[in-house]
């Protein structure tokens, strides 16, 4: 737990932005594998991949308190437990209050945020790097025709609103959780955009024809959950995603292809486009940001760019 310690001791929250400040789950600090620590302003989010005593808690609550008091005195500490062992989950309120709504920003955008309720909190911060390239992507193309975007795997549509933001004409959003996709709407209304974008709450696999028509697409982002069961797993169901990528894009566009299970690789991924998907040209794999670093890339969070030859 020292590193851990260590983070809190010289923490920096002068960014705006939500934030990871401490992964042991990157492997780089032996012994904390089971911790991580994110911003999200006003509040602080420890979690815990194991059971965690009291006595740790009440040591890591002090190591906050002593840091809070250098950085911002004036204002109370609010800090929320999560605990994500197997078997065991607990959120916990530890000091002061959360917001509601709670609204966070990345680069300029406004998202909301649920960091009591439920393990996924409303942003993925280890996207980050996916979302700023879909913004430079859209803003890059010329706006002289209907630039489309289909987001499947929509959760609370982050990169939709991003696309909005760098001129596309047209985003549809495909989720099977109605939840996530209310939120994504709200995330839309905080941005300022009303129109240009659909929310289907569909299964992805029972949706093609619907989601053809409105197509071709000039990007495609596929971030779908590693298992979700009912819905999706990664190891049965993603070849059945790529082999509808080429009749989804307009020639010339781009798909990200993206995923976060630390037990498969890329090779996984690039092995079912090249099976399924033979086309498409592999341009590159995005880096995440540098604060979610792991010892073994190949574990942490994969989005690969792909491209549809004219």
Known sequence: MQALLHAIASMDISSPDACRLFHGRGGLYPGCEQWSLDWYPPVLVLTSFKPVGEDALATIGAALSVRWS??????????????????????????????????????????????????????????????????????????????????????????????????????????????????????????????????????????????????PYDLVVLDPPSYQKGSFVATKDYARLVRRLPELMAPGGHALVCLNAPELDTAFLQGHVQEQAPELQFIERL????????????????????????
């Not at 929509?154 to 939709?160: D, G, H, I, P, V």
């Not at 880096?287 to 004219?310: C, G, Q, S, T």
């Open 70 to 215: 250098t950085l911002a005195p004036e204002h109370a500490l609010n800090w929320v437990f999560q605990c994500r062992a197997e078997g065991l989950a607990d959120t916990r309120l530890m000091a002061g209050t959360v917001p509601e709504p709670h609204v966070v920003t990345e680069a300029g955008t406004q998202y909301k945020v649920h960091v009591l309720r439920g393990q996924n909190h409303g942003l993925f911060l280890d996207m980050a790097q996916g979302r700023r390239w879909v913004r430079e992507y859209v803003a890059a193309h010329p706006k002289t025709y209907a630039f489309r975007v289909l987001n499947l795997f929509a959760y609370t549509c982050s990169f939709s609103v991003v696309a909005l933001q760098a001129g596309a004409h047209q985003v549809i959003n495909v989720d099977m959780s109605q939840g996530a996709l209310a939120t994504g709407q709200q995330n839309h209304r905080l941005n300022g955009f009303e129109s240009g974008v659909r929310f289907l709450s569909h299964d992805i696999f029972k949706t093609w024809g619907k989601i053809t028509r409105s197509g």
């Open 287 to 310: 880096p995440n940001p540098a604060a979610f670093a792991d010892a073994y890339p190949e574990r942490a969070l994969k989005v690969l760019v792909y491209r549809l030859p004219e």
